[in-house]
């Protein structure tokens, strides 16, 4: 005889109709992603900063050119925009047309602005909501039951068999490579000068420093142009390095970050270890340990990292959640608490560390050997 199901509890009429809205919010958040995607494709915040930062319905319809037919369908797209928090609503005008405004979210995404602070990130949206990125997420249930030996590869490396940010990426789609470099560049590069201003003793009395994975240098330029006594150097991928401008500024250095990290009296990653599993993130640290002195001689690793925690509030822990679910279905790295980073310094044969600010989802991290 079937053993017999457990009893469930009943919610209240109250808690059923709000049960049943949470549904249709959670089953649906991908239609707000889709909504962004599309203001991205279509140029919205960029025709909005365009037209002073403030726009009418119909002053947009006609900076975008869209047909006069599909005007009111745009009202409702920045309708769901406005309450998703991706633009502000503006009142009205003297017409009494509903204005939209940017805030700061969409001013991230307007292209095409010359200013040393400002990165747009178009192309971390547009890589986010790829089709590739979506169908490796539709198979996550598929890729809990394989069991597997060995390194565990992620969603995406199961779903495409292809890695991010290698050439494997290139052979699948290439314009899908290129939106992830660009996406990850954007992405990294943002908030910049926030680290120079809250963190300008963090590179205080340093002689030297290498920055792993450093792109084209724009971090390791904010430095220099901050603290012009560093000497930086950039060490990343021979595919990157070749397309860096040659300068006097910065030193690139093509390699890679397992094998070798140039000397210096600090070593920086800043957006790194979050994409690589634990095991990997040990050995990039032991390369990062190798190349600096002693903390008497003012050697030190700089991580700038995600660092998880709650107490940042229900949004910010929300953000650092996805990305770490972002992590879990792209990469075969994760986010990671104060207790995990801890763990890996230690497993690395590092002696201390101190977490010098926390700048939004991000920590400031100084680990000693």
């Known amino acids: 005889m079937a053993a017999q199901a457990p009893a469930i509890e009943v919610p209240t009429d109250a808690e059923l109709l709000q049960a049943q809205a949470d549904l249709w919010r ?10 962004l995607r599309c203001a991205v494709k279509l140029g919205i915040p960029t025709a909005m900063h365009n037209l002073g930062g403030v726009a009418s319905l119909p002053d947009l319809a006609a900076a975008l050119s869209i047909p006069a037919s599909k005007q009111p369908f745009l009202g409702r797209l920045m309708r769901a925009l406005v309450t998703s928090g991706v633009f502000a609503a503006g009142g009205k005008d003297d017409s009494g047309a509903e204005l939209f405004r940017l805030n700061p979210l969409s001013r991230v995404l307007v292209d095409g602005v010359d200013a040393d602070e400002h990165h747009s990130q ?3 949206v547009l890589a986010g909501t790829s089709p590739h990125y979506m169908e490796a997420a539709l198979g996550m249930a598929d890729w809990f039951k394989k069991d597997v030996t060995g390194p565990v590869p992620s969603v995406f490396e199961d779903v495409h068999s292809a890695s991010l940010f290698d050439e494997t990426t290139a052979a699948l789609d290439p314009e899908l490579d290129a939106l992830v470099t660009e996406g990850l560049e954007a992405h990294d590069n943002l908030g910049i000068g926030t680290i120079m201003r809250e963190c300008h003793d963090l590179f205080k009395g340093l002689e030297s420093l290498t920055d792993c994975c450093g792109g084209d240098g724009k971090t390791a330029r904010a430095i220099t142009k901050a603290h012009p006594h560093v000497k930086c150097t950039v060490l990343d991928l021979p595919k990157v390095i070749e397309k860096t401008p040659s300068d ?13 990290v140039p000397k210096a009296q600090a070593v920086m990653l800043k957006l790194v270890l979050h994409h690589w599993s634990d095991d990997d993130c ?4 032991t390369q990062c340990k190798n190349a600096i002195p002693s903390r008497e001689e003012g050697g030190k690793v700089i991580v700038i990292d995600i660092l998880v925690e709650p107490s940042l509030g229900p949004v910010m822990f929300e953000a650092q959640t996805l990305m770490d679910m972002l992590m879990l279905v792209f990469t075969r790295g994760r986010q990671r608490s104060e207790n995990d980073w801890r763990d890996l310094f230690m ?3 590092f002696t201390d560390y101190k977490i010098i600010r926390k700048l939004g989802a991000r920590g400031v991290i100084e680990v000693y050997k």
């Open 282 to 285: 040990v050995k990039i640290l």
């Open 122 to 124: 178009t192309s971390f």
């Open 248 to 260: 006097c500024v910065v030193n690139y250095v093509a390699g890679d970050l397992f094998h070798t």
């Open 26 to 35: 959670h089953t649906l958040y991908y239609l707000t992603s889709m909504g």
């Open 347 to 349: 497993k690395a044969g």
